[in-house]
């Protein structure tokens, strides 16, 4: 636990303490203000070299800060490697090194440089923009693709990925589930995936999954399917979701099954492709309405009821 922090650290708890005392003082009582404001309209590129020599530091720092060589050469895969080596030890180790709520604070200066290195690789790998902040570490990144134009605020995702609640317990909310969704499945080439099924047919709901009865449905409904990956969830973890039912949905003109099976806390998403089991997500909720899954041509919608009021999650054909 951190030292004047709650039992329970979150994202905020963080924030006030080690970031918020930096914050000018004129802007501490409208930081959603401070957030969107461009602080660099005429693109002064002596603030963007900022923001390159903060991500630089981190790279050169990082051997130190994690104890390995974690290979930031700016990649998609960096940030996948980063992701992992972020553990409540490790952050519990950077709070206790300086003051909290100054300059000289180690987990104050990893996660500053750590968001510009993050930022970086959107704007190397996939052409996004800075969109400057001030405080400078508030910057996000501008992101266009196929679908659609976003800011991402990758400081944030920093701050909510050193958690308890993700680094305890990951429930798809790390570092770099984050990247994923918002910059590497939106940016994906879904058309150059190898298709998996030919032509379309009715699928029939699978009751009351087994393990056994899961691969016996493959093998009579979905026979090009003859391999679910080895990270497809063992006999042992599927047993533990207890699915009522689940549908299968060819996506994708083929190049994708998603499956979804209701379990009593909500819904699971799995995406198979050639190779099996490519990603998986979950949207919590209540057993009762029954969730559904909707296919609204790029987009699986899945529509979800928690404490009687209904959610919406909207996602493109090949990923969350």
Not at 16 to 38: G, H, I, K, M
Not at 75 to 81: E, F, K, N, T, Y
Not at 263 to 269: A, F, T, Y
Request: hydrophobic letters at 45%; glycine letters at 8%; proline letters at 7%.
């Amino acid at each position: 636990m951190l030292i004047g922090l709650p039992p329970r650290v979150d994202a905020d708890a963080i924030f006030t303490r080690y970031f918020l005392p930096l914050v000018p003082a004129e802007q501490r009582n409208d930081l959603a203000r401070s957030r969107t404001v461009d602080a660099n309209p005429g693109r002064n590129g002596s603030i963007l070299d900022h923001l390159d020599d903060a991500a630089n530091r981190f790279v050169h720092n990082a051997p130190t800060l994690f104890g390995a060589n974690l290979v930031l050469d700016r990649s998609d895969a960096s940030v996948h490697r980063l992701s992992t080596a972020l553990t409540r030890a490790r952050r519990d180790t950077w709070a206790s090194q300086g003051p909290a709520g100054t300059p000289d604070s180690l987990l104050f200066n990893a996660v500053v440089h750590g968001a510009a290195y993050v930022g970086a690789c959107i704007v190397d790998g996939h052409a996004g923009v800075w969109g400057v902040r001030r405080p400078l570490w508030e910057s996000v990144v501008t992101l266009r693709s196929p679908a659609g134009e976003a800011d991402l605020a990758v400081f944030h995702w920093w701050l909510k990925s050193l958690s308890d609640e993700i680094l305890q317990q990951p429930s798809g909310a790390t570092l770099a589930d984050r990247y994923r969704a918002h910059v590497e499945v939106p940016c994906a080439a879904p058309e150059s995936l190898p298709v998996l099924v030919e032509g379309e047919r009715a699928l029939p709901r699978l009751e009351r999954p087994t393990y056994d009865r899961f691969h016996k449905y493959l093998r009579a409904h979905l026979p090009e399917v003859k391999y679910v990956g080895a990270h497809f969830p063992s006999a042992e973890r599927f047993a533990a979701f207890a699915f009522r039912w689940m549908d299968f949905h060819i996506v994708g003109g083929g190049r994708n099954v998603v499956l979804a099976g209701a379990s009593r806390d909500g819904l699971h998403l799995i995406w198979l492709g050639r190779s099996g089991f490519e990603k998986s997500a979950f949207v919590s909720g209540d057993a009762v309405p029954e969730p559904i899954v909707r296919i609204e041509g790029p987009r699986i919608m899945a529509m979800i009821w928690e404490r009687g009021q209904v959610r919406v999650r909207d996602m493109l054909w090949w990923g969350p």
